[in-house]
């Protein structure tokens, strides 16, 4: 089995630059590189970008560019996806232990088991999965377009749907399909607290409740329009209302206040008195490592060829099916 190391991040002595934005841009040109950024990024990192989008967005923009360097501020998937896409690229990700929970969630030996007891599903799944994942499936899919890969899909075909129950249990509602759902899920949008959303409502009569599809029912139940990160950044901006409870990673919320600096955003709050709200892998990348992964070019992301080639197929199904 393929398992990619994700050494700790090593604290350096190595001088850093007074001016790191300047740095960056200075090592942009110089590597012919672009920086691709996920909304749950740090404001500094979404800042620096070059593109700034959610996953579906980050890999038609990697799949498009010509940049000879791809840095990817995201969690190690994201980074996966690019290098699948780019081969002959170098693609660095700031920190390697920028994992995901939901990734985590599905190991490829018991998915590969659960996957043989259904031998005439075809599989999609959700694009926070493993290089692995991607390669035993026949669609990748993102939050933004899973309902319209689904509804693809012959109504006689079998679907298992991987690695998010809560995703695909809202796909399953949405297009009316049986699906066989993976039981993963992400540790952000599993924690937000239904009894807290509530109290905020009350709070707040004035605001609307919006949410991502990887939240747990009962937070979905609550809100007014449920999307993936750049479509509830959308729904803020072409909504009348002022005042959002946004339950999601809230890094989110940086874009929207630049967007829409009128309005106020309130981030839905976890369970416990905590910051689980925000997701710790995505967290790991820094601005320093940033430009120092662009400096020393390493950590770069290497997968086997075989795993590349197997896991690019679903990969370019997607992009075709959301045209």
Known sequence: MFVTARP?????????????????????????????????????????????????????QAAATNAEVIVFA????????AKILNPDKLVLLPDLNAGC?????????????????HPDHIVISYINCSAEIKAMSDIICTSSNAVK?????????????????????????QTGRELVLWQGSCIVHETFSEKKIVQLKIEHPEAEIIAHPECEPPVLRHASY????????NYCLASDRQTFIV????????????????KHFIPA????????????????????????????????????????????????????LSV
Do not use: W
Request: proline residues 8%; hydrophobic residues 40%.
């Open 149 to 173: 890969i689904v509804n693809q899909i012959p109504k006689d075909t079998p679907i298992i749907f991987a690695p998010d129950r809560n995703l695909g249990r809202y796909v399953s509602e």
């Open 74 to 81: 995201g969690v190690h998937f994201m980074a996966e996806t």
């Open 247 to 262: 339950a999601t990673e809230p890094g989110i919320i940086h874009q929207m206040q630049k967007a829409a600096p009128h």
């Open 226 to 233: 449920i999307g993936s990160t750049t479509a509830l950044l």
């Open 8 to 60: 700790q991040f090593k604290p350096t002595t190595e001088q850093l630059p007074d001016d790191l934005f300047a740095a960056i841009n200075e090592l942009k040109r110089e590597l012919n590189a672009i920086v691709l950024a996920h909304y749950y990024q740090d404001p500094d990192i979404q800042d620096i970008a070059d593109y700034l989008g959610d996953s579906l967005g980050l890999s038609q």
């Open 269 to 320: 709050p976890a369970t416990n008195n905590c910051a689980c709200n925000e997701c710790p892998h995505m967290r790991l990348n820094t601005l320093e490592k940033l430009y120092l992964a662009m400096k020393n070019k390493t950590p770069a992301i290497e997968l086997p060829e075989h795993i590349r080639i197997a896991a690019l197929r679903p990969i370019q199904r997607m992009l075709e």
């Open 101 to 117: 929970s939901l990734a985590d969630s599905c190991p490829p030996d018991e998915f590969a088991a659960f996957k043989a007891v």
